[in-house]
């Protein structure tokens, strides 16, 4: 009978070890962006959870892409493990309103969202460095609302700047894993080809000189910390990939919009849809791989 109770001890801490290993199988994924990739998510409604890993609302989440966004796809279909998402992104943002204004001045920046992921998990964060990844696609505003202007190199410079300074936040709350996509490739949506060449030509410049900064912040950002590891994606691949094979993916052209999100490959004459995403989504997952995402959904 004696060595009946070693048994039971080792038996009941197998078990109560067990549920253990299953949370240590979570990982994170927090991101900040824009109308791309939002979902509507708040930090005052339901937490992310096995059942909705989005947290709130529902999947796919309230986006512009007529079903799940790149980044619904990435906690969904090409998740390694369960991927809780908490997702700052609202849509019309940019890095830093003070730089370059949004639509509204209710929008909250890049800054405003660091900020407020700050003063949540300043302490009790349910994450740790391993096993937690940062998501960031902003620029897509910066771009469009001032491409025009004179004083690009000098405002890109600065918003570069400020980016950077945000990653530099998130470093110093723990964070060491960083997706970065760069701005998207606006000169390609509907609305700009109907603009006519010049336009989008000036629009190309913009994005490419916003993106050239970008890289060159990042790569200063990584030289400065040691530990952070930065994967940076090319988000125009995804889109030229669609477009070029607009048949393969269910649409009769490159440039027809339809609010379903399939039908066409864009939601609407600005905001690509479901393709788009898919396969921005599976430029993500190959380039982060594991823990977070598998490279096959």
Request: charged letters at 15%; a neutral charge; hydrophobic letters at 35%.
């Amino acid at each position: 009978m004696a060595s009946f109770y070693p048994l039971l001890r080792l038996l009941i801490s197998l078990l109560m070890v067990a549920p253990l290993g299953a949370a240590e199988d979570v990982k994170y994924f927090v991101t900040f962006g824009s109308s791309t990739t939002q979902t509507g998510f708040r930090l005052d409604k339901s937490r992310p959870s096995a059942s909705n890993p989005l947290g709130n609302p529902s999947l796919p989440g309230w986006t512009t892409s007529g079903g799940l966004n790149w980044l619904g796809y990435l906690i969904t279909e090409f998740n390694a493990s369960t991927t809780y998402s908490y997702n700052l992104a609202v849509g019309g943002a940019t890095t830093d309103s003070a730089l370059i204004p949004p639509y509204s001045d209710t929008v909250k920046s890049f800054v405003d969202q660091v900020d407020e992921l700050r003063l949540e998990f300043a302490t009790n964060q349910p994450w740790v460095s391993e096993n937690l990844l940062v998501g960031v696609w902003i620029g897509n505003n910066d771009v469009g609302n001032s491409f025009a202007q004179d004083n690009k190199k000098s405002l890109y410079l600065q918003t570069s700047a400020k980016y950077i300074q945000q990653l530099q936040k998130l470093y110093e709350l723990g964070a060491r894993n960083f997706v970065i996509l760069s701005a998207g490739p606006q000169h390609w949506t509907p609305l700009m080809i109907s603009k006519g060449p010049t336009s989008q030509a000036k629009l190309k410049s913009a994005v490419e000189l916003y993106n050239h900064y970008l890289r060159k912040g990042l790569k200063s950002f990584t030289s400065q910390n040691k530990q952070a590891r930065v994967w940076f994606v090319d988000s125009e691949k995804a889109y030229l990939k669609a477009l070029d094979n607009a048949a393969t993916y269910g649409a009769p052209n490159s440039t027809c919009d339809n609010p379903d999100g399939r039908s066409c490959l864009w939601w609407n004459n600005y905001h690509p849809g479901t393709a788009i995403h898919r396969l921005l989504a599976e430029e993500v997952a190959g380039a982060v791989g594991g823990p977070w995402f598998s490279g096959e959904s």
